[in-house]
Structure formats: structure tokens, C-alpha cells
């Protein structure tokens, strides 16, 4: 079966183009499915011009995009690092499984495992430091992300036992934890159970529920969004956010009246904004989900029907 998948892969690279993305594309990391029924991780641009794919090697969960336009994906005890083409440049051990990825602005990267532990890794992608966030024993970290301030991260965490989720509050620069920012609602769902965190340019925190809910945290309180919501993305003024389950949703902060939506993406795993998020307000047009060439499917025939063929004669 290994010819196989490389069969997949070569017919994948041949739909799937590369260009850099543009101000106002959604980035988003999906689980797309075929008729004959697998399922492959995919990297998608989606933007007004159409969009870029690109194979993600793992089913892991939230993505995020640097200053330089490159592109981190976490995938178990590894964090795939793309071009702004979408080509793979480097691969980044970690010591947990990931469950989220945040970035300061001196480039150093913040690697957050399910057990609560953090790992911040140097440009080049050596391990600068590590220390592990409060975190209940029977809970799982699963999202996160570094506040204006370069000092405050704000995490997720859910627990199994408790039924209670909280969004949580770690300093790293002087590696003290924080009273917590409040409470989100418990996600029932098998682990790895998926959240996400994104803070926008005026402070404000956005969370991914999860389930069926989308926050949003200020000096205000916070407000709840009563949509399917797995990943999250706030525009650069703050005063719109994109979420979504399946499908991509531009949500009015003020209203939730739902602004603009994209394509079917089936199971969204993160999702990153390119620029001030607004330009996406033109009408999405995205490709259909890349179609198996003749060759890969001619191939999984014959290896059904040899498989077959084994059962029958055994």
C-alpha cells in the first residue's frame, strides 16, 4: 500500500498549484474526503482568486502563520514548517503531542502539549526554554495563543472529569501563572478534543468552544457566539472573526450576524488570516477537493481485487 499513497501524493501535487498568499485569503487546515472514501489532511488559501492546497502530512490540530508568510503545522511530536509556496522547508521535533502553536515577535515559537507543557524554541528552531502550565489533573490544554503584550499567554483548558472548560492565563516572561481570564462551556467530544485561541490587535480574545460556541473576552466581559466552532480567526481591527466547523463564517462581533461565508471544507482543524482579513469580503470561489487521477484509481481496483482474491483463497 505504500506505492499507493505515494500515488496519491503525486497526483495531488499535480492538482494542486503554489503561489503566495494574498491580503485577505483564509488559510485553513481541513480533513478533505474522496468518493472512495479516504481522507487526507490538506493546507487550503481560500480568497476571491480561487485557492492553493498542499498536502499536510498529519491530522493534527491549529496552524499558524509568520510575519515571513511561512506556514506551522503541528502533527503529533512534530511541527511541519511550509514556504510561503506551500513547500515543506524543515521539520521541528517537539517533546508532546501539540495542540497548539504562538509566535512573538522576536520569531521565537511557542509549542503547547495536550499535558500542559510548553516548549519555546529560537528562529532556527533550537529549544530556548520550557515550562509547564497550570493545568487540572484530568485536563487537556488544547489551545493557545500569545497576548499584545509578548508576556501573557492565554490557553484552553478542558476536563474530562469536572465537565468545565476555562480559558487560562500563563506570564512568560517571568514564568508566574495568572488568575484565570474565565470559563468557556465543556466540550463532550473523544480527545483529542480541539479548541482554539486567538488574541486580536485591540487585546480582545477569541475562543473556539469547540462545540457550539464561539467567545469573545475584552475589559467588557465576554460575549458568547451560539455557532459550531473549531477554529477561529479574528480580523485586524477585531470588530469581525471567521469560525466555523465545516464551513468558514465571517461573524459580526457586535451583531453575530453571519457577514460572509466560504466553501465546504468538512472537518476544519486551524485556520490563519493573511493581512487585515477584509478583503475577503468579495465573493469565495474555491476549486472542488482534488480528484484521484485514473492511474491512482485504476491502482486501488486492482488492489482490492487482489485482496480478494487472497481472502477468498485463504
Known amino acids: 500500500m505504500r506505492v499507493f499513497w505515494i500515488l496519491i501524493a503525486l497526483s495531488a501535487a499535480r492538482v494542486f498549484g503554489a503561489q503566495p498568499a494574498e491580503n485577505g485569503d483564509l488559510i485553513v487546515r481541513s480533513v478533505s474526503f474522496c468518493a472512495c472514501g479516504f481522507s487526507w489532511p490538506v493546507i487550503t488559501v481560500v480568497s476571491k482568486n480561487g485557492k492553493v492546497g498542499a498536502l499536510d502530512p498529519g491530522y493534527g490540530t491549529d496552524i499558524l502563520r509568520a510575519r515571513d508568510g511561512s506556514l506551522y503545522a503541528p502533527n503529533g511530536r512534530t511541527i511541519t514548517v511550509y514556504s510561503r ?170 451583531t453575530g450576524a453571519i457577514l460572509d461565508r466560504g466553501p465546504d471544507l468538512r472537518q476544519m482543524r486551524g485556520m490563519e488570516l493573511v493581512g487585515d482579513g477584509r478583503a475577503s469580503l468579495a465573493p469565495l470561489v474555491v476549486a472542488q477537493a482534488p480528484a484521484l487521477s485514473r492511474e491512482v484509481l485504476a491502482f486501488l481496483a486492482l488492489s482490492i481485487a487482489a485482496s480478494a482474491i487472497r481472502a477468498l483463497r485463504s
Open 85 to 254: 509556496t506551500l513547500q515543506v522547508t524543515r521539520t521541528i521535533d517537539t517533546p508532546d503531542r501539540t495542540s497548539f502553536v504562538a509566535m512573538d515577535a522576536a520569531q521565537r515559537l511557542y509549542a503547547g502539549g495536550f499535558n500542559g507543557l510548553v516548549t519555546r524554541y529560537r528562529p532556527d528552531g533550537t529549544v530556548e526554554s520550557s515550562f509547564s502550565l497550570a493545568n487540572d489533573i484530568d485536563a487537556s490544554v488544547t489551545g493557545g495563543d500569545l497576548g499584545r503584550d509578548q508576556c501573557t499567554l492565554y490557553y484552553t483548558s478542558m476536563s474530562s472529569v469536572s465537565k468545565t472548560g476555562r480559558l487560562r492565563r500563563y506570564d512568560v516572561c517571568r514564568r508566574i501563572q495568572l488568575e484565570d481570564a474565565g470559563q468557556i462551556g465543556f466540550c463532550d467530544i473523544a480527545p483529542p478534543r480541539q479548541t482554539a485561541v486567538r488574541v486580536a490587535s485591540d487585546g480582545s480574545v477569541f475562543v473556539a468552544g469547540g462545540c457550539s460556541e464561539a467567545y469573545r473576552f475584552n475589559g467588557s466581559g465576554v460575549t458568547v457566539y451560539p455557532l459550531d466552532s473549531l477554529v477561529i480567526a479574528p480580523t485586524e481591527d477585531g470588530q469581525a472573526f471567521w469560525t466555523g466547523s465545516g464551513t468558514p463564517l465571517l461573524v459580526d462581533v457586535r
